[in-house]
Every structure is written in C-alpha cells, then in structure tokens.
C-alpha cells in the first residue's frame, strides 16, 4: 500500500528494486507533507482574524497533511514525528514570515496551495486506512 501512494504522490512508478531507492522515495514524499502541514498552518494563522472558519478548515487540512508525513516517515525514521515536526516547523515559519510581511504575490500563494491540495486525495486514504486499522477494518 505504502509504494502505490508513493507512486501516486511522486507522479510515476516507483522503483522497488532496492530498499534506499524505496526509502528515497518515502523521505521524499514525507518531506513534501510535512511542508505542507506547515504551509497549511501558517496559512492559517494569517486568515485566522478575518476568515476563522476557513482557518479551523485550514489547519485542520495541516493536521491531515502531518499524519501523512508521520505516516511515510516511519517506513525509514527511528522517530519520525520528531523528524516531520522539523520540516513541519521550519515551512511554517517561512511562510508566516512571508505572509506576515507580504513578501509573496497571491499567485505564489496560490500556487502553494494548488501543490498541496493536489496530494490531498493521498492523505485521504492514509487517514482512512489508519482508522480502518484502529476500528480492525481490513
């Protein structure tokens, strides 16, 4: 399951002919979720005072966007929450700074948003299928 989102979210096939290229792939794909987390968080706070229920949707698509990174992480990390919490962390200040003192065009925000929204349907079934597990569903 894990290498068909891998394939899905990396946009090609993935090669399973060796574990560092599987593990490359996983890093990857973790790292993009955890920035995502921390883009949708940041994003967040900015919107909180005009929008707040666009920013509870918006940190709540964070919250999504981290499990799935804690998700790939742990397929190579020893602690992969402290290891997506670093990405997660690091986006989020970098677009708080940016979005506090309006150092990107709407398009760049835009755009930010369209690559994260796109791996939101890979989030999505991680986050079924790690309820599936808890209820015993297979």
Sequence with gaps: ????????????????STADVQRQDAKEVA????ECAGFWRAYAEFVQDLQPSTAEQTA???NGASIAASYFA???????AVWVKRYEE???????SFL???LVTV?????????????????????????DREAGVE
Excluded: H
Excluded at 2 to 14: I, N, Q
Excluded at 74 to 80: D, L
């Design 1 to 16: 399951m894990l290498y068909m989102m891998l394939a899905l979210v990396l946009g090609a096939p993935v090669s399973a």
């Design 100 to 102: 506090s003192d309006q």
């Design 107 to 131: 398009e760049e925000v835009e755009m930010r948003t369209a690559d994260c929204a796109a791996i939101a349907p890979v989030q999505k079934e991680i986050i079924d299928e790690l309820r």
């Design 31 to 34: 790292r993009e979720f955890a």
């Design 74 to 80: 742990s397929s190579f990390a020893a602690s992969p």
């Design 60 to 62: 709540n698509i964070g």
């Design 90 to 96: 690091s986006e989020q200040i970098r677009w708080r």
